[in-house]
Antibody, heavy 121, light 110 residues
Framework: EVQLVESGGGLVQPGGSLRLSCAAS????????MSWVRQAPGKGLEWVSV???????YYADSVKGRFTISRDNSKNTLYLQMNSLRAEDTAVYYC???????????????WGQGTLVTVSS | QSVLTQPPSASGTPGQRVTISCSGS????????VYWYQQLPGTAPKLLIY???QRPSGVPDRFSGSKSGTSASLAISGLRSEDEADYYC???????????FGGGTKLTVL
């Protein structure tokens, strides 16, 4: 059974850092495209970042230069290192799997339960 | 501001058929697949429709998707109280080089 379990969220001051983890089971993280998607309180979904099976990484403009996506193949775990955090980064962060490697065919078939990040002084 | 436009709300009575629209452009819906997600209150999103009109295993055939040009629609027939949720469309955007979501539609079952 495929499962994604996020952890690492919490309260952090503006300008601070936080690292989110997403432990996967039932499939191999390194063989799939893995993403982070966030949802601000009462708002819609926003794609944040992706790491391809080959290791390439991409980011939304809103987090480029501040967030870093990575994975640990030995732990089958996805990470999101978030630096220089701002109030507008406050959101529930979900990790999600994208099953298709084809350009333009980019969707999320499994999602974690989410972890809340609150950026406030 | 989302590049995919959805109505903020929709409603229907049990048994009714409702549709939710998603409007985009040539760089997203016009040239790529459309996907739909359902988010029940307090839960993570769930894939409802992929590649315009395909249902993942376990999704009832009451849910159907369609696409025409730069617009797409999600139809729910035989509306049930448990369908009350937020629905999001999504598509890859060639000009933004990333996946984009619509703003979401809150469906109320009256």
């Amino acid at each position: 059974e495929v499962q994604l379990v996020e952890s690492g969220g919490g309260l952090v001051q503006p300008g601070g850092s936080l690292r989110l983890s997403c432990a996967a089971s039932g499939f191999t993280v390194s063989s799939n495209y893995m993403s982070w998607v966030r949802q601000a309180p009462g708002k819609g979904l926003e794609w944040v970042s992706v790491i391809y099976s080959g290791g390439s990484t991409y980011y939304a403009d809103s987090v480029k230069g501040r967030f870093t996506i990575s994975r640990d193949n030995s732990k089958n775990t996805l990470y999101l290192q978030m630096n220089s955090l701002r109030a507008e980064d406050t959101a529930v962060y979900y990790c999600a799997r994208s099953p298709s490697p084809y350009y333009g065919d980019y969707y999320f078939d499994y999602w974690g339960q989410g972890t809340l990040v609150t950026v406030s002084s | 501001q989302s590049v995919l436009t959805q109505p903020p709300s929709a409603s229907g009575t049990p048994g009714q058929r409702v549709t939710i629209s998603c409007s985009g452009s040539s760089s997203n819906i016009g040239s790529n697949y459309v996907y739909w997600y359902q988010q029940l209150p307090g839960t993570a999103p769930k894939l409802l429709i992929y590649r315009n009109n395909q249902r993942p295993s376990g999704v009832p055939d009451r849910f159907s998707g369609s696409k025409s040009g730069t617009s797409a629609s999600l139809a729910i027939s035989g509306l049930r109280s448990e369908d009350e949720a937020d629905y999001y469309c999504a598509a890859w955007d060639d000009s933004l080089s990333g996946p984009e979501f619509g703003g979401g539609t809150k469906l109320t079952v009256l």
